[in-house]
């Protein structure tokens, strides 16, 4: 009896794990599907390194290239990344090492709370308050890849220090009674035990965040001045999302700019393939060197 | 016989709630002295207290005094006190780095960076806590690959890595299996030579091994210390012996 509903219950996982892989498989090969005719009219490396973008025809020619898309979701990616890896660590460290159980159970619900406001609301706050300040600064529009670099990472915070926090505060609960048993300042155990015993966790979730990041659409867009320009901190830049969110409702179907799009959907899942291979191999590296 | 830590109306309490009271006792240079008593009565406040690692709990309160080789330990500063001091804990908790790592991390805070002196400490250490010819072969093994035992023996030559006169331990061998706690006896017998111990545990045959001194605690209250024969043989008071005999937990 328990063995049949062991069997029954194994072949159910097995299937959902199936049937999960094969959506997958499908969302790539329908991609896939529909950006290859592009190519037929347009090499890859004018697609890909070109920095040319003219869907339609004006008098000039046609021209695909979205090499400055690229390196768009790249920069305000990495800035993203950056800023919310900077001030995530800190906050982590000071959750898990410094603060009193008090402040945590305090805190945590606002950080879960965070995580849950749409990111129209993030792009409008980011448009509201950060497009004064750079105006102020000297930016024309007070739009660029800084602005919305801002925005992602206020967006990715409250993920990345729920989950690194939650990392450190195993490592923490762990190491940091043997290090000051040692005689090391709380500070100092911190951030050179805690922090990289819990760097392999903490990579993990970045490469989510990673993702996040490169497919966040609506803040990025608001925020980032959509210019098909290459990207500088101050200056607008157009990131891949934005992209296809802003011209795949006036594409016309099966025209070279629609597969151009798809095509440009795809080069961002091929980059964020990448990336996430570069940070597994990275983890990889610190188990071998020991990690928890 | 030396002295190595004076205790004088020790107190401690967490939030209020006492949880030792006016313990005074001493405890002898180069020996093991057992702290034993049921669960809760306050062994590991009163290991706490010998290292102040007590205040490290915002609501933990402690009076009384405690002297290391007569200097008052409040007088010495923290991190010098937790040197002077070691500690090992109840779980085998190695930093999750290599082995050479977590030997080599206290003496690099206190400033040892030249590379043969450590290489020579990681080994003198390891050996004293006999883990070295089990290791020797890759150092920068990770720690957590280790069996418990091992970890836990990594754990106490760890502790020696900062030169400690006096070694606390908490019930070390508690996670550990039958052989793995032999080994760490032996170890410790041995290691009674150049240090003292101080060593938490609920294992009667195991402090009637290896201890030269015992100290029951009951409810917070020393009730009974001296000699490991008497106190662990022929006790006087009636709760040890009702203790002894497994009245209570
Ligand atoms: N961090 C703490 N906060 C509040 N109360 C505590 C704390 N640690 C211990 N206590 C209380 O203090 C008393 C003594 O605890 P202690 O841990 O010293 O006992 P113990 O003898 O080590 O017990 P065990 O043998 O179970 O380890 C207990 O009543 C316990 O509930
Ligand atoms: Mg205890």
């Given at each position: ?16 794990t ?16 529909e950006?290859?005719?592009l ?17 339609v ?6 021209s695909?290239?979205i090499?400055n898309?690229i390196?768009g ?9 950056i ?9 982590s ?5 410094a ?6 159970t ?13 990111s ?7 448009l ?9 600064a ?15 990472a ?13 990392t450190m ?20 155990a ?12 903490i990579?993990?979730?970045a ?27 101050l ?6 999302a ?15 700019h ?14 964020l393939?990448?990336?996430?291979l ?15 | ?15 209020g ?14 020996r ?15 290991l ?5 690692f007590?205040?490290?709990d915002?609501?933990a ?10 200097e ?6 923290l991190?010098l ?12 908790s ?22 043969k ?5 990681v ?12 290791v ?63 060593i938490?545990?609920?294992?009667i ?6 201890a030269d001194e015992?100290v ?26 009702e ?7």
């Open positions: 009896m328990a063995k049949t509903a062991n069997r029954f219950f194994m072949l159910l996982i097995g299937s959902l199936v049937l999960a892989i094969l959506s997958l498989a499908f969302v790539i090969w329908f991609v896939a599907k950006a290859l005719p190519f037929r009219e347009v090499s890859p490396a004018a697609f890909f390194l070109g920095t040319r973008w003219m869907p025809d004006f008098g000039n020619g046609m695909f290239g090499f898309f390196m979701t790249l920069a305000v990616s990495l800035t993203g990344m800023l919310a890896l900077l001030v995530g660590l800190g906050a460290l000071y959750l898990s090492c603060a009193t159980q008090r402040v945590r305090l805190l945590y619900p606002v950080i879960d709370l965070l995580a849950g406001i749409p129209v609301v993030y792009g409008f706050v980011g509201m308050v950060l497009k004064p300040v750079f105006i102020r000297g930016v024309k529009t007070g739009l660029c890849v800084l602005a919305a670099g801002i925005v992602l206020v967006m990715l915070l409250p993920y990345l220090i729920s989950a690194s926090s939650e505060l195993k490592a923490r609960a762990r190491c940091l009674p043997p290090a000051m048993a040692l005689g090391i300042s709380r500070w100092d911190a951030a050179g035990i805690v922090l990289p015993a819990s760097a392999r966790n990579l993990m979730s490469g989510l965040a990673v993702g996040r990041a490169m497919g966040e659409t609506m803040a990025v867009m608001m925020v980032m001045g959509n210019a098909n320009l290459f990207p500088k901190l200056g607008k830049g157009e990131s891949i934005a992209l296809i969110a802003l011209e795949m409702g006036t594409a016309v179907a099966d025209s070279t629609y597969h151009a799009l798809y095509a440009a959907g795809f080069a961002l899942m091929i980059l393939f990448v990336i996430n570069g940070i597994s191999a990275l983890r990889s590296r610190l188990l071998r060197r020991g990690g928890i | 016989m030396d002295t190595a830590l004076r205790i004088e109306n020790l107190s401690a309490s967490y939030d709630k006492s949880a030792l009271e006016g313990v005074s006792l001493e405890i002898p240079k180069n093991i002295t057992a702290v034993i008593g049921p669960s809760g009565c306050g062994k590991s406040t009163f706490r207290c010998l290292n102040r007590l205040q490290e915002p609501g309160q402690m009076s009384g005094s405690v002297e290391l080789f007569g008052d330990t409040a007088k010495i500063p991190e006190l937790r040197r002077k001091i070691g500690m090992v804990f109840q779980i085998p190695p930093f999750p780095f290599s082995i050479y790592r977590n030997m080599t991390y206290a003496p690099r805070y206190y400033g040892i960076r030249d590379r002196k450590l290489d020579a400490l080994e003198e250490k390891l050996k004293l806590a006999g883990l070295y010819d089990e020797k072969d890759d150092l920068n093994r990770s720690a957590m690959k280790l069996s418990g035992g091992q970890q836990q023996r990594l754990c106490i030559a760890r502790a020696l890595t900062v030169d400690p006169d006096v070694l606390l331990l908490d019930e070390p061998c508690s996670a550990l299996d039958v052989r793995s706690s032999a080994v760490i006896e032996e170890l410790l017998t041995s290691l009674k030579q150049r240090y003292t111990i101080v938490v545990t609920h294992n045959p195991q402090a009637r091994r290896i015992a029951f605690l009951f409810n917070g209250r020393l009730t009974e210390w001296g000699s490991a024969e008497q106190v662990l043989r022929e006790p006087t008071q009636t709760e040890t012996r203790f002894l005999s497994g009245v209570f937990g």
